[in-house]
């Protein structure tokens, strides 16, 4: 099942435009940031079912935006879906305890990223 | 390119590793100059023609039968030297190679390049995601509304270009990571003002890729040549002046002077823009460093273009520097030895 709202953190631009293109195609409603920072708060506003998020990013990198989403008391129960690019060294070692639902390794195809967001059936709809 | 094409040989070459390769019978069938001057230096006269003369030289034991790699560490006049042993398969039998490391600074700093570089890789890779993914979408779904098309094909061509920049710049700091750049960069006399013109160029079309434009105005006082790379001095004009133009609020002036002096030519891209942080002035040519205010735009860097001209600027005996203050602008400094007058380069 595929979630109804997702929230997408990626400083790259085009990565936002062509997944946000893609979910809304599926029904999807979707909101962006491109900052960890902005993300967390975006997150607390729409409260998403499913977050995308990128590792590699200045300020506040993909790892920090997770712990941050760990420690958050109505954010922790949240999925997240990481991008990366590098998948020396996000091993699952990296991953563990960090609640990530799913790696996606860039550069990774748009159907991959619809497989990626299928939920349990008890978050997803339909 | 202007650029020579290097052989494996010349490569080989110019390695920071001395390297020896001894055939199934022991017997040395290559080595490199690094290797040569090594030994050279080690023991004056010496000649090496079998794997048994490593052996007598550094007072290592036999290999081991069943071993593949082993690591010894030797001291000869004042000298610390590594010496790995590295039982490689060759034309359907065992060789030999034998690398020779000096333990010096050197080695250690194009170790860390090699690092990074690899990770650059990477990078790359993932700036692949938008190209595939706005092509995929563009051929799947035939529904998307002329904006959403327009801004797909418009993000595909940017990422495209930047692709190539990054390749560019790929290729040089592999060369860098081995010590070989200043071995394949064409030093001739060249004419600033023609990089200047060509960089302009090449930069033109990025001025719809970000939806911004430019106003760009030039004093040239100087008809003195540099001496230089050609094509890498326009790549690095044409970096300085994208970075002007993505760092700048629409229009982007930018402004570039040319003069000489008896320490060079110089030559300055000036813009008006958001300026570079106090805090991010001291790591602007750190590799892979991106300011902190840079993901404001929405063109990243890779962070490693400025590291790249630097290296360069070193390598052609000149200097690259900078000053900035945030809101108001910043000013990058190219300063190339003089070339000889009379003799530039016409391609």
């Keep these: 099942m595929l979630p109804r709202k997702i929230l997408i953190i990626d400083d790259e631009k085009m990565i936002r435009l062509t997944t946000s293109i893609l979910l809304k195609k599926h029904g999807i409603e979707v909101h962006t940031a491109s900052s960890g920072e902005e993300g967390i708060g975006m997150a607390e506003k729409v409260l998403p079912e499913l977050i995308l998020l990128d590792i590699i990013m200045p300020e506040m990198n993909g790892w920090e935006v997770l712990g941050r989403l760990q420690r958050h008391p109505v954010l922790q129960s949240i999925p997240v879906i990481v991008f990366t690019a590098d998948d020396f060294r996000l091993t699952e070692k990296n991953g563990q305890g960090k609640g990530i639902y799913k790696i996606l390794i860039k550069p990774f195809q748009l159907d991959k990223l619809l497989d990626a967001c299928e939920l349990p059936e008890e978050k997803g709809v339909e | 390119m202007n650029s020579k094409v290097l052989t494996f040989d010349q490569i080989f070459d110019v390695l920071i590793d001395g390297i020896l390769i001894f055939d199934q019978n022991g017997n040395l069938v290559k080595f490199n100059q690094t290797a040569e001057n090594l030994l050279q230096r080690l023991i004056p006269d010496c000649v090496v023609l079998t794997f048994q003369d490593i052996l007598d030289i550094f007072e290592l034991p036999e290999f081991p039968q069943s071993g593949t790699m082993d690591k010894h560490s030797r001291t000869l006049h004042e000298v610390t030297v590594s010496i790995i042993r590295k039982k490689v398969p060759l034309d359907g039998n065992s060789a030999m190679i034998v690398y020779l490391q000096e333990n010096t600074g050197q080695k250690k700093q194009f170790t860390k390049i090699q690092k990074q570089t690899y990770d650059l890789l990477w990078k790359i890779r993932s700036r ?220």
């Design chain 2, 128 to 347: 692949l995601t938008p190209v595939q993914n706005a092509l995929s979408l563009l051929d799947e779904y035939g529904d998307l509304d002329a904006s959403e098309r327009k801004e797909l094909l418009k993000g595909a061509n940017v990422e495209l270009a930047y692709l190539e920049r990054y390749l560019y710049v790929y290729r040089d700091l592999t060369l860098l990571s081995v010590n070989a750049l200043s071995a394949v960069m064409k030093l001739e006399n060249v004419n600033i003002a023609e990089c200047i013109d060509c960089a302009l160029k090449n930069t033109e079309h990025y001025q719809s890729y970000l939806s911004k434009s430019r106003t760009v105005s030039q004093n040239i006082a100087s008809a003195r040549p540099i001496r230089s790379d050609k094509q890498r001095t326009i790549w690095m004009l044409e970096s300085i002046i994208l970075n002007a133009m993505i760092y700048s609020p629409d229009p982007a002036i930018i402004k570039i002077n040319v003069w000489d002096n008896e320490l060079g030519v110089h030559c300055t891209v000036e813009d008006q823009g958001f300026g570079i942080a106090a805090r991010d002035q001291p790591s602007v040519f750190t590799y892979m460093h991106r300011g902190t205010n840079t993901h404001k735009t929405d063109y990243n860097g890779l962070g490693c273009e400025l590291f790249l001209s630097r290296n360069l600027m070193i390598i052609l005996n000149g200097e690259l520097s900078f000053q900035s203050n945030e809101k108001i602008g910043t000013v990058f400094k190219l300063t190339f030895p003089a070339g000889e007058t009379n003799s530039l380069s016409t391609d």
